[in-house]
Nanobody, 125 residues
Framework: QVQLVESGGGLVQAGGSLRLSCAAS????????MGWFRQAPGKEREFVAS????????DYADSVKGRFTISRDNAKNTVFLQMNSLKPEDTAVYYC??????????????????WGQGTQVTISS
């Protein structure tokens, strides 16, 4: 079992930055592809970013490409999401997840079996 705990959310003005952290416990995340998803009120959960096991490969949703950066520190069992140039439409609850179905799409939430409880990010205009 992997327990994931997100932190770093908050309220910032448009154009600002936040850095989310996802701390894992119970088991090493070094054998999992890790992802960040978000869910805004009244909307479905959507893919934000993913990072390969080694950290050498990353992928981003078009809406955040060039503004967000995902990274990981396997030694510290932690994943990060650096968010810059934030926009009001980035407002959502952000979730960290570990992919437990390695043959399934990294863009689909159904491929991930471990989830954190989420952290709220609110961007004011």
């Amino acid at each position: 079992q992997v327990q994931l705990v997100e932190s770093g959310g908050g309220l910032v003005q448009a154009g600002g930055s936040l850095r989310l952290s996802c701390a894992a416990s119970g088991r090493s995340i070094s054998s999992y592809l890790m992802g960040w998803f978000r869910q805004a009120p009244g909307k479905e959960r959507e893919f934000v970013a993913s990072i390969s096991i080694s950290g050498s490969s990353t992928d981003y949703a078009d809406s955040v490409k060039g503004r967000f950066t995902i990274s990981r520190d396997n030694a510290k069992n932690t994943v990060f999401l650096q968010m810059n140039s934030l926009k009001p439409e980035d407002t959502a609850v952000y979730y960290c997840a570990a992919r437990t179905s390695p043959l399934s799409s990294r863009w689909s939430s159904t491929s991930y079996g471990y989830w954190g409880q989420g952290t709220q990010v609110t961007i004011s205009s």
